[in-house]
């Protein structure tokens, strides 16, 4: 499944520890959920852009919303996102019928300090030039309705309707999350071909 996120980029393996945890705070604008880690890897930048892209499918076809910013100084990252939850577009049914039960999976990403990546729906030539990835770490967000059904049953460990970070496990044929501390996430640096994607669905 996500054959097409390797082809448009890729970083190297993951290979550092985080100091901050995750925070959820109600702003004036509403909720903010933020965390803090660490930039891995040869030639960490000393300023870079990061930002949160969604995977968004759709009949079969896939796609990519951002939403969420950051920014990554001196080998440390912040990320901020700011609502009660993704996009709905970036919302899939992942159970037998395809419909309800709905799962969003955000990908860390990191570019040049200079790119300005736009709000919204983005396309492979937006994220293009891409310095850095969290390959095997995604944020994460499952609706609050029944999952008895569920084709898949690891989102479960995951809180209903709230962000948390996952890290990909590897299986026989097809990969899952497993929730982790948001401290634990790294976005490292690496060339395209490196990476390895979790290919969970």
């Known amino acids: 499944m996500l054959a097409w996120l390797v082809a448009a980029a890729g970083c190297a393996a993951p290979d550092?520890?985080?100091t901050t945890e995750a925070t959820t705070a109600e702003t004036e604008g509403g909720p903010v959920f933020e965390?803090?880690?660490q930039v891995a890897g040869d030639?960490?930048?000393?300023?870079?852009?990061v930002a949160v892209v969604w995977l968004v499918r759709t009949a079969g076809l896939a796609s990519m919303f951002k939403y969420g910013d950051?920014?990554?100084s001196n080998g440390e990252f912040m990320i901020?996102?700011?609502g009660e939850a993704p996009p709905d577009v970036a919302l899939s049914p992942l159970n037998k019928e395809g419909v309800g039960q709905r799962i969003a999976f955000g990908m860390l990403m990191m570019w040049p300090a200079e790119r300005e990546i736009p709000e919204g729906v983005v396309g492979f030539e937006e994220?293009?030039?891409l310095i850095g990835l969290a390959e095997q770490y995604a944020v994460i967000w499952r609706d609050g309705e029944d999952w008895g059904d569920a084709v898949h049953d690891w989102p479960l460990a995951f809180p209903a309707a709230e962000f948390a970070c996952g890290r990909c496990e590897l299986g026989q044929g097809i990969d899952w999350y497993e929730p982790?501390?948001?401290t634990e996430v790294t976005i490292t640096v690496g060339a395209p071909e490196s990476f390895v994607g979790c290919d969970f669905l």
């Open 80 to 82: 901020s996102i700011a």
């Open 70 to 72: 950051g920014r990554a």
């Open 127 to 129: 994220i293009g030039g």
């Open 43 to 49: 030639d960490v930048p000393a300023e870079a852009t």
């Open 180 to 182: 982790v501390d948001c």
């Open 16 to 18: 550092a520890t985080v």
């Open 35 to 37: 965390f803090a880690g």
